[in-house]
T-cell receptor, first 113, second 111 residues
Framework: NAGVTQTPKFRVLKTGQSMTLLCAQD?????MYWYRQDPGMGLRLIHY???????AKGEVPDGYNVSRLKKQNFLLGLESAAPSQTSVYFC????????????FGSGTRLTVV | EDQVTQSPEALRLQEGESSSLNCSYT??????LFWYRQDPGKGPEFLFT???AGEEKEKERLKATLTKKESFLHITAPKPEDSATYLC????????????FGAGTQVVVTP
């Protein structure tokens, strides 16, 4: 099993450009999450989804949008990238509202110049 | 407001020198406390879940314990391959499946 797969692994954007990060899981998990990780700040939740067709805001949602059209996929979009969005982005999924922990992807390192 | 604080921020150990990492938390209602290991350039990898005060779990040289206010991750006789960042996270009764993470403790074990 692949678990949680994130694409791309690295990306450099210019300020104002847009992009979509893709997260795919093959574990039939209902819950999916997008976090960003910055030095000294730990993992912060951007958006999450409790099932196909649902999304909700996390701790730091501004500047991001998400979609969950299929159960196995969770997309994170940046409409107009800013240097403050330079970060490492992690997708995760869980079986039962987090009670048994998350499975994480390997991350996307995004640099906005 | 729920808070998760890890200490120390960084820890440098000699091989074989046992130590403990601390995760203190202030939450409205705890459903579970999680420990993850993260290697450079990779995603966090699940280690343990603790659900109630007094619970302990072990895996190789790692042992996690939980009280009503904090959790400890004890590393016994560490080896260089135990070098990583260790993250703790809490799941609360009103969090709808969202984990709240601490900032992590970076552990370096030298031969």
């Amino acid at each position: 099993n692949a678990g949680v797969t994130q694409t791309p692994k690295f990306r450099v954007l210019k300020t104002g450009q847009s992009m979509t990060l893709l997260c795919a899981q093959d574990m039939n998990h209902e819950y999916m999450y997008w976090y960003r990780q910055d030095p000294g700040m730990g993992l912060r939740l951007i958006h999450y989804s409790v099932g196909e067709g649902t999304t909700a805001k996390g701790e730091v949602p501004d500047g991001y949008n998400v979609s969950r059209l299929k159960k196995q996929n969770f997309l994170l979009g940046l409409e107009s990238a800013a240097p403050s969005q330079t970060s490492v982005y992690f997708c995760a999924s869980s079986y039962s509202n987090g009670l048994y922990g998350y499975t994480f992807g390997s991350g996307t390192r995004l640099t906005v110049v | 407001e729920d808070q998760v604080t890890q200490s120390p921020e960084a820890l440098r150990l000699q091989e074989g020198e046992s130590s403990s990492l601390n995760c203190s938390y202030t939450v409205s209602g705890l459903r579970g406390l999680f420990w993850y290991r993260q290697d450079p350039g990779k995603g966090p990898e699940f280690l343990f879940t603790l659900y109630s005060a007094g619970e302990e779990k072990e895996k190789e040289r790692l042992k996690a314990t939980l009280t009503k206010k904090e959790s400890f991750l004890h590393i016994t006789a560490p080896k260089p391959e135990d070098s990583a960042t260790y993250l703790c996270a809490v799941l609360t009764t009103d969090s709808w499946g969202k984990l709240q993470f601490g900032a992590g403790t970076q552990v370096v074990v030298t031969p």
